[in-house]
């Protein structure tokens, strides 16, 4: 056995290793993606993400109310049959799309909620990456005027 | 005549299926915020404010560097548990009714050496107003799930209750509002929102039952004397000042009439 | 069965009309009382643009603030002066004009905005009407203490008598009903004739949404 | 200094369902002061939970998540299990709290 091919042995193995403990997606975890939050459409955001232009999957609920009576906390949720290993919650009209990022190791669920806020009424997007590949699901949510005050 | 008769029977139907499908109509936006508040309800955030509360309730503070334990809420020096629920009441120390907000100010006072003018003239949600927000959390989280239960057997207690429910009618400001214009009858709402009729104990006890509670609009864990200040600012009256006894009296009137509801605070509002 | 039915209704009945009879025998407006009205003075401050002059009270809220009084039997007199009163304030258009700008209207419609004390003088005042009423049918979000108004102009036409009454029901609404819900919006200038027109035009207006 | 979170986690059939509520304001940095100037985005960036030592969620943040932030997901485990989360802000406050799955 020569010496190079040794050596490249070892590489894909400490990467292997590296990526069976998770340790790739938790650099890229760790490291806020700027880009993504700052991009401005939801054309943008599929970009940098690498997400391309989603299909609709029906093996994705995007859980989030028809109404909602503020859009200071409008409660979204994703859950999914598919294996995911990352979510991503986007809002059409927000000033920036991509409201939040979640990476999901292994023997952790395909499931995921929190709230966000929405300045109007808007198209929710639940994207799921899972082997490889994102989808997604589509909700609108009205968001309504409450209160005295207008 | 048979005619003139289906005619009108017929209008008749035809007028009630009309306001029928706008009642459904209706009736779907409602569910659909109903909805809504059951999916947000898991994880009421007053509950970080609980935790700010119990530490400050313990934690030494004041000129006096003493914590609030000893703190006598009506059901005798340091019981909270249960206190909420039997506020307002009359204080003989002080020989007032006071309601939690101006008991926990004697407290702070009596046993903390804080100057109660202070808490009095502090914006919401900042400086001293702040802690008293955390520590009225952790106080009527222990009444949750009592029974409300009120008490005017004292004469300055059906004093401040007959105050009370004179204030809550009167009408002022700009546009002639009082309490009673919004939450005088049953069954109305301003925009989507829900308005209890709080002259009933049905009402009431949904009005009363529910506050302090976070306010998801504002983000913010609204005690009762703030959510009374904000209905005083929609009604386009002049400020109420904290813990005086015209807001004192409104809280005793809402409080009787809640008799026998149950305590859910902290709430979870719009 | 029956007849036991009609007994107990008969016993209702008249236990209904003594009840009347006795409360219209005691109720008298509210005697003034120093104890509250020391508390209404201590209870506030001015704040902004939100003077201690608002908690004067004027004939108007005097009356409605005691609503046994106010609608009692004993009260008539009183309340077809208060509507007098308001009747008699309400000025029709200057420019002989009661029909604006629908879209205008309904933004107006929409804004409950203005003259709290974090609102500054010059904050432009809304109508505040879908905090009560429903309007144009698609805005969702309406409050239910008024009636309903959708097709409020496809319903009833646009004779004059309706114009002229539409108008003094949003200058004044006091002027109908002396306790009605409804702010004066004329009397304390939150709305000025213009923005009237325009919130006319929205409920009367056949190319208005609401008449569609 | 950042404010406690409130952690839950409670096991039901080998999977730990967890409960997290951050103090934070989540400033938009769409909003306006008094003066009309924007106040600038405030907001947790990055939320790490592990469990025993081993990841079980990241997540990012951007301003559009709600003022104090709620968060709910699920993993295999079981009770007794220690949970640590831990944000990050974009002003970099920290906040690190812990609960035990029951």
Known sequence: MNQQRRSVLKYSAVFGLMASAGLISLAQAQEWNKAAFEGKGLDDVFKILGAGSPDKSAAITLNAPDIAENGAVVPVGITTTLKADQMAILVEKNPSALAAQFFIPAGTESFVTTRIKMGQTSNVYALVKADGKWSMAVKEVKVTLGGCGG | ?270 | MKIMNIKSLLVIGVFALVSVATQSSVIAQQANDPKFNKMMKDGFRAEGIAGLDRIQQDETQKFCSDPVFAGSVKGQAMREKIQKINMDSIKQPSDGKYIGDWKKGEAIAQSGRGATWTDKADTPIGGGCYNCHQIDKKEISYGTIGPTLWNYGKLRGNSQELIVYTWNRINNSKAYNACSNMPRFAHFKLLNEQQIQDLMALLLDPASPVNQ | MSDPMRVRAAENGGIVDVKILMKHDMESGQRKDAAGKVIPAWHITTINVKANGKDVLNGQFGPAVSKDPFLNFKYKGAKGDKIVVNWVDNKGDKRTDEATAS
Request: proline share 6%; with cysteine; charged share 25%.
């Open chain 2, 1 to 270: 005549m048979q005619r003139k008769f289906t005619l009108g029977l017929t209008l008749g139907i035809l007028a009630a299926s009309i306001s029928l499908s706008s009642l459904v109509f209706a009736q779907t936006a409602t569910d659909e915020i109903a909805k809504y508040r059951e999916m947000i309800a898991d994880g009421n955030p007053s509950e970080l404010y609980e935790v700010a509360g119990e530490d400050l309730w313990k934690t030494p503070a004041g000129p006096k560097n003493a914590t609030l334990e000893k703190c006598d809420l009506g059901l005798g020096p340091g019981v909270v548990k249960g206190a909420a629920a039997q506020l307002p009441r009359y204080f003989k120390d002080t020989n007032k009714v006071q309601d939690l907000e101006s008991r926990l100010m004697t407290c702070m006072q009596k046993l903390q050496g804080r100057n109660p003018q202070e808490m009095v003239d502090a914006p919401f949600q900042k400086g001293p107003k702040k802690d008293m927000e955390a520590i009225v959390a952790y106080v009527v989280t222990l009444s949750k799930g009592d029974k409300i239960k009120v008490s005017t057997n004292h004469p300055k207690e059906k004093e401040m209750y007959e105050l009370g429910k004179r204030a809550f009618y009167f009408q002022g400001g700009p546009m002639d509002f009082s309490c009673a214009s919004c939450h005088g009858e049953d069954g109305k709402r301003i925009r989507l929102q829900d308005l209890p009729n709080l002259t009933t104990q049905k009402g009431a006890a949904l009005g009363w039952g529910y506050w302090p509670a976070y306010r998801v609009s504002s983000g913010q864990f609204w005690t009762m004397q703030q959510r009374l200040n904000d209905c005083y600012r929609q009604q386009r009256f002049p400020f109420p000042i904290y813990a005086s006894d015209l807001t004192i009296a409104l809280s005793m009137y809402m409080a009787k009439n809640a008799n026998g509801g149950t305590v859910e605070t902290p709430g979870l509002k719009r």
